[in-house]
């Protein structure tokens, strides 16, 4: 069942189109990966259907309610994770959860049980007293999840959450992100990190320029790019000398020696492994394993967008903020 369905979105700033005819949906309980380059309208999709922005043209529907004419009752649904933090320096981690839970009319002692919990869960018990200016970066987008599901919404719109804080707390924070879809909330997160969609994302949509150009799950989207086979052997003998002879005996299938102890075969056809087994057995060296090698999501956007990697290095250090 879909729980957020969008149909030809349109954003136009001007003459500047944002977000352009952009159609896709979102299962309950999927993580769905938001994917591209800064400036690649992301944020402002996010921002149409949350409602802090009017559509130009086109639809959106949260659980059947449209996102502009029924946007509150939608609103009441969602949990939202802006990429910069919503809440107030001076107040502290309880009394910024609390506030917020008051926003979705939660009884005063409901959101304060909820907001001691998830100041537990999420390993702010500590600072919980603590000006929320003070908090570190990962402590900061950590209490901003943490008010963004504190009515438990069925679908959290996460916007960048790891983009500009430590290993370590984005680390955890993907963890908390498996962990609530694994109790059933909905994920939307847009991320220009390939690693991070790659890892967390059921389905993922690239987006360039305002536009999607492909949609579909992780495993469809390499199979779609892979236009070769390609198996790595181990060794725990040297075969560094051993390129020559089996180039000669196998003349259809690339052969690469990436170190002293292992051996990758590249062909545009499927690979007959057992003469090769048979090869190997008569140079009296065991093979103890073969692994069959994937494009990583990384060449998938690549081969997809035309987008070259060093431009998404550049964003990673926070060039070009959208």
Sequence with gaps: MNILEVDQLTKKYGDLTAVDRIAFSVQEREIFGFLGPNGAGKTTTINMLIGLAHLTSGS??????????????????????????????????????????????MRKDEREKKARELLQQFGLGEAKKRPFGAYSKGMKRKLTIAAGIIHDPRILFLDEPTTGIDVTSARQIRQLIQSLNQTGTTIFLTTHYIEEAERLCNRIAFIVGGKIVRIGRLDELMREVQQE?????????????LKSSLQENFPDV?????????????????????????????????????????????????????????????????????
Aim: hydrophobic share 40%; with cysteine.
């Design 60 to 105: 959106a529907k949260i659980a059947g309610f449209d996102c502009e004419r029924e946007i509150k009752r939608a609103q009441q649904i969602m949990g939202i994770v802006p990429d910069e933090s919503n809440l107030y320096e001076e107040f502290d981690g309880f009394k910024n959860l609390c506030f917020c839970a008051s926003l979705y009319g």
């Design 229 to 241: 086979n390609v198996v790595q052997l181990a060794f725990a003998d040297s075969v560094s000398n």
């Design 254 to 322: 690339v052969i690469e020696i990436p170190n002293n102890q292992a051996i990758r075969l590249r062909s545009s056809h499927p690979l007959n492994l057992t003469p090769l087994m048979r090869f190997f057995e008569q140079k009296n060296l065991p093979v103890y394993e073969a692994r069959i090698m994937r494009p990583s999501l990384e060449e998938v956007f690549v081969k997809i967008t035309g987008i070259e990697l060093q431009k998404m290095k550049q964003e990673k250090e926070g060039k070009g903020k959208q």
